[in-house]
Structures are given as structure tokens and as C-alpha cells.
């Protein structure tokens, strides 16, 4: 995407992205901070049992950690058929209705704008899946006083905050697709 004026149309994008995603990292790092004061000002006992409920965290969290790598590139595998069709209006995913913000992104911007709309879905539904394996091991925490749980939750914190969406990241996510849709468009040798 060499067109300035479209990476600058993806600007108000990456915003709104950010501000979700950074909505879901607050509520992941509120509720730690809530559960890590109510273990040490002892509000809250312990179940006093074998740690179950953290290794099944653990457990879980694996496999969404699988999900959350997997989800992403199902929705780019169906965006790029959709461009090499030549029919990404119809991608499931966008939903066929866009926000008003957005619609008018995509009327400017043609498929960048819906390339910038799967970006959008698929980084808040990564995002989504960390934030539930968060919560859950934040939870199994304040039950069983685990530090192993805490531990996991911070990871997965962590995972959240690299994988935090920039301007950057999306506008060489979309240069990528449509370098693959180029490809894919030109006749072979």
C-alpha cells in the first residue's frame, strides 16, 4: 500500500481498534489487581484442595492458545479466496453490514478498507480469546490462592500486549494480502 492517503484513512481504524483492544487488556489488569488484594488482605480463603481448577487452567489456556493462533489465519485464508474471487464484500466476516465509520473507509479506500475491517475482526477475537483464558486463571487464583494461575495470567497479559494492534502491524498485514492478491492475478511464467 503505497497510496499515503490510504494508510491515512486507516488511522482512525487502528483507534478504534486500539481502544478495544486496550479495553480488554484494562479489564484483565483491573480484575488482577482486584484479585491479587483480595488474596493478601485475606478477604478470601483458599478452597484448600488439590490444585485442580489451576491445572485445568493451565490446561485450557493451551488450547486456546492453539485457537488464538489458529482463528486469525482461518479468517486471512478466507479474505484472500474472497480477493482472489474478487468478492471480499461477501466475506463472512465483515458481515455484509458494515458500521457507518467503517463503510465509509471501505467506500474510500476499496479493499484496503475491507482488508483493514479483517484485520479489525480478526485481532479483537485473538484478543477476545486471550482475555477469557485471563479471567479464567485469574478466577481459579482467587479460589485456590495458586501462583501458578496468577503466573499463567500474566503471561497471557503479556501475549495480549505484544500482540496489541499498531498502525504499523496493520498496514503490513493489508500490504501483505494484497501482495499475495497480486500474485495470485498476474499469469505465471
Not at 27 to 33: R, S
Request: glycine share 10%; hydrophobic share 50%; net charge positive.
Amino acid at each position: 500500500m503505497n497510496d499515503d492517503v490510504a494508510r491515512s484513512e486507516l488511522l482512525g481504524q487502528t483507534r478504534t481498534l486500539q481502544v478495544v483492544c486496550g479495553g480488554l487488556m484494562a479489564g484483565c489488569l483491573l480484575f488482577m489487581a482486584i484479585a491479587v488484594g483480595l488474596i493478601l488482605s485475606g478477604a478470601i480463603p483458599p478452597l484448600g484442595t488439590a490444585p485442580v481448577l489451576t491445572y485445568l487452567g493451565a490446561a485450557v489456556s493451551a488450547f486456546f492458545l492453539l485457537a488464538r493462533a489458529a482463528v486469525p489465519s482461518v479468517v486471512t485464508t478466507q479474505a484472500r479466496r474472497a480477493m482472489a474471487r474478487g468478492n471480499l464484500d461477501k466475506l463472512p466476516v465483515l458481515g455484509g453490514n458494515f458500521q457507518p465509520h467503517v463503510a465509509s473507509l471501505v467506500e474510500r479506500a476499496g479493499d484496503t478498507g475491507r482488508l483493514a475491517a479483517v484485520y479489525g475482526s480478526q485481532a479483537i477475537v485473538g484478543m477476545a480469546l486471550l482475555e477469557g483464558c485471563c479471567f479464567m486463571n485469574l478466577v481459579f487464583f482467587v479460589l485456590e490462592h495458586n501462583p501458578l494461575a496468577l503466573g499463567i495470567a500474566l503471561a497471557i497479559l503479556g501475549l495480549m500486549a505484544i500482540n496489541f494492534p499498531t498502525h504499523e502491524r496493520m498496514v503490513e498485514w493489508i500490504d501483505n494480502q494484497l501482495r499475495w492478491a497480486r500474485q495470485r492475478r498476474e499469469p505465471g511464467p
